[in-house]
């Protein structure tokens, strides 16, 4: 009798972002993933069961690497320093150390109003922190647009620029962020 071998989740949602990657948000399917990591259908079908599953797990997994980096970036900073601060940190980690997830996740958003609309609740949910009747609620806002903008125009490669240029510009940021922010 066989022994089944224990898919690993994470492969199977690496393999469906490659697909994301590659073929697009549309082309993603239980039939594409398991083609991309080499397995039958079956063994995406009982890990997931569902496409919509499937897409769920790849969320899931964003948001939890996302908050993740940004409680490390918290924890790694003064005490006292802004959770505007943190947050652009985080997230600059998480972008840059995960790179081929971002693409994935701003790919998928590019292709359907359903994930544009997911992105922007759960963005929103993270200037949550961001007073709008504070003095420099209007920087921090600024700022956070920013910082998040770049990001994805530096993921999804529409400014080509060497790396130690994107490192400048960030410190440029956080000088800013520095005089305006406290």
């Known amino acids: 009798m066989a022994r089944y071998k ?3 989740k994470d492969q199977l949602l690496d393999a469906a972002e490659k697909v994301i990657r590659e073929r697009g948000g549309h082309a993603l399917s239980i039939r594409s993933v398991a083609e991309m990591a080499g397995i039958s259908k079956g063994g995406i079908q009982s890990n997931f069961g569902s496409r919509d599953a499937l897409l769920e797990g790849l969320f899931e997994r964003w948001g939890k690497d996302f908050d993740w980096y940004i409680e490390k970036a918290r924890k790694e ?46 963005l929103a949910e993270r200037m949550r922190f961001i007073e709008t009747d504070a003095e420099d609620s209007r920087n921090q806002r600024f700022f956070f647009v920013l910082n998040e903008a770049l990001l ?24 800013l962020v520095g005089d305006k922010i406290k």
């Open 152 to 175: 994805a125009l530096m993921s999804i490669g529409l400014i080509s620029l060497p790396e130690h240029q994107w490192d400048e510009i960030f410190e440029d940021l956080d000088k």
């Open 6 to 8: 224990k898919l690993d």
């Open 77 to 122: 900073m003064p005490e006292g320093t802004s959770e505007l601060k943190a947050f652009l940190h985080g997230s600059r980690n998480v972008h840059l150390e995960k790179s081929d997830r971002t693409k994935a996740l701003l790919i998928l958003m590019s292709d359907s109003a359903e994930y544009r609309r997911f992105s922007q609740d759960w």
